[in-house]
C-alpha cells in the first residue's frame, strides 16, 4: 500500500485530534466506548433499543469515505499481497480481537487515554506482534 498525500506532521495531530474527539462525544453524550469490534459484534445481538447508535457509527465511519472524496482527492491505494494472505490477516486479526477482548480502537484509543491496565498491555502486546510480524514477512520471508 503506497499513499502519500505529502504528509505533514499537523496532518497526523489533527487526524488524532478528530479521532479523540469522536471518542470523547461518543462517551460523555452516550456512554458508549468507541471500539469498533464491540460495535460491529452487538449489531449482531440485537438488543433492541442498542442498534440504532451503532448503525449510525458505522454509516459515519463509511459516510465519511465519500465526504472526503467529495472534497479532495483519496490517494490511490495499491494492495500487493494476494487474497490468501488478506484472508489469513484477516482471520488472525479477528482471533486476536476476540482473545484479546477488544480491537486496537477500544483498547488503543479508548482504553489508553482511560490508563487502563488491560488495554495497556493489550496496547504493548498487539503493537509488538505487529512489528515482529512485519519484520519476519518483509526480512525472513520475504512475502
Not at 85 to 103: E, I, P
Request: proline share 2%.
Amino acid at each position: 500500500m503506497n499513499i502519500s498525500l505529502e504528509s505533514m506532521p499537523w496532518h497526523a495531530a489533527a487526524g488524532g485530534a478528530v479521532i479523540g474527539l469522536a471518542v470523547a462525544v461518543l462517551l460523555l453524550f452516550n456512554g458508549r466506548i468507541a471500539g469498533i469490534s464491540g460495535i460491529v459484534g452487538g449489531l449482531f445481538r440485537m438488543q433492541k433499543g442498542d442498534i440504532s447508535w451503532r448503525i449510525a457509527f458505522i454509516a459515519g465511519l463509511i459516510l465519511s469515505i465519500a465526504a472526503w472524496k467529495f472534497f479532495w482527492i483519496l490517494p490511490e491505494i495499491r494492495i500487493e499481497s494476494s487474497y490468501g494472505m488478506l484472508a489469513l490477516a484477516g482471520l488472525l486479526v479477528g482471533y486476536g480481537t476476540r482473545l484479546g477482548s477488544g480491537c486496537t480502537s477500544g483498547h488503543g484509543v479508548c482504553g489508553m487515554s482511560r490508563r487502563s491496565p488491560r488495554s495497556i498491555a493489550a496496547t504493548i502486546v498487539f503493537m509488538g506482534m505487529g512489528f515482529v510480524t512485519v519484520y519476519l514477512i518483509r526480512h525472513v520471508w520475504s512475502i
